[in-house]
């Protein structure tokens, strides 16, 4: 069957035309286009536009397309279909993106979170195919979590299941800021969270008089401090880069534990950031994972890099066309 995705993001916006069933999906075509500067108006106007071309590029018509699936950043309102004031898309406020597809094109369209959607495509297709109990986290810009229990997507009372970046995992003045909280799982375990480790620890070692190898590279400037800098360091030998990556581990291992105790799922996929630096985080998480959680819930889980690859949020909007 055929489906079409979008993906909204507060940089880019993806449009995806697949081609899916139980055992896989087919990306036809895609077009990207940026968010910046232009009203939810104008956004969606764009992707019914692109929706449409690439539907035709394909040599379908719309037609053709069983359902339309919808994957955005919360907080939103999935059964109504309404975005609600995400963070990251200021003036998108009780945006009825349900209702303006289907009085558009006729065609069953379905939203979700960011993180639920994304959970749903690695179930179906990707590292979490067979399970019954998967959890799957972002571990990126943000740390959310999609929640797979008995086989089917758990969102919540209020949509909010899997907000588990906001759990405070420590309580030091130092401390790494996310979700508005410091110390929290999103403030450890997030781009934004380890730059702000990164440039502690480089405070730390210019106090005492060393000058680290990372403070070099960031051309002495916190700003220029990145996880992505830290990880590529690290993997050149860097120890405070490593020490640094490695207390990301021993708090990202402390949430599996967590998440294992709390939901004893088979497996936890991560994307994002583990997805390219797992080589780094997990063997510190393995320990913490093993010390902390019950030692039944953590027979047999299995913590693994998303196998969608960079490309989970093409894949993430046409899972929920097709549930």
């Known amino acids: ?127 979490g195919r067979g399970t019954q109990n998967m959890v799957f986290v972002t571990f990126g810009t943000g740390f959310g979590a999609g929640l797979i229990l008995d086989g089917r997507l758990y969102s919540g009372t209020h949509d909010c299941a899997g907000e588990i970046g906001h759990i405070r995992l420590t309580d030091g003045d130092d401390d790494p800021v996310g979700y508005r909280k410091r110390g929290s799982v999103e403030g450890w375990c997030s781009g934004g969270g380890i730059a702000q480790t990164g440039a502690a620890y480089v405070r730390r070692e210019l106090a005492r008089g060393e000058n680290p190898l990372l403070w070099e590279r960031a051309g002495e400037d916190e700003a220029n401090i990145t996880a992505k800098l830290i990880g590529d360091l690290a993997d050149e030998g860097d120890p405070l880069s490593i020490e640094i990556y490695r207390k990301v581990g021993e708090m990202f291992g402390r949430t599996c534990a967590i998440i294992i105790d709390l939901f004893d799922p088979e497996m936890i996929v ?33 913590i693994v890099p998303a196998g969608l690859g960079e490309e989970i949020g093409d894949y993430a909007a046409l899972g929920i066309a097709s549930m």
């Not at 939810?40 to 053709?64: H, I, R, T, Y």
């Not at 289907?102 to 979700?112: D, S, Y």
């Open 1 to 127: 069957m055929y489906y079409i995705g979008f993906d909204i993001g507060g940089t880019k916006c993806a449009v995806s035309l697949g081609s899916a069933a139980e055992s896989g999906v087919e990306i036809l075509n895609k077009i990207k286009f940026p968010t910046a500067g232009k009203t939810p108006a104008e956004v969606m106007e764009l992707f019914a536009q692109n929706a449409e071309e690439a539907v035709k590029n394909a040599g379908l018509s719309m037609g053709d397309i069983a359902r339309i699936g919808i994957s955005c950043g919360g907080p939103l309102d999935s059964k109504r279909g309404i975005i609600l004031s995400p963070p990251n898309l200021p003036g998108w406020d009780g945006i009825h993106v349900k209702e303006f597809f289907e009085e558009r094109f006729g065609i069953e369209t379905r939203l979700q979170n960011d993180a639920n959607a994304s959970a749903v495509a690695e179930w179906k297709w990707g590292a």
């Open 270 to 302: 991560a994307g994002g950031i583990f997805m390219r630096s797992s080589h780094l985080i997990l063997p510190e998480a393995e320990r913490v994972i093993d010390v902390e959680a019950l030692a039944m819930t953590r027979t047999g889980v299995k």
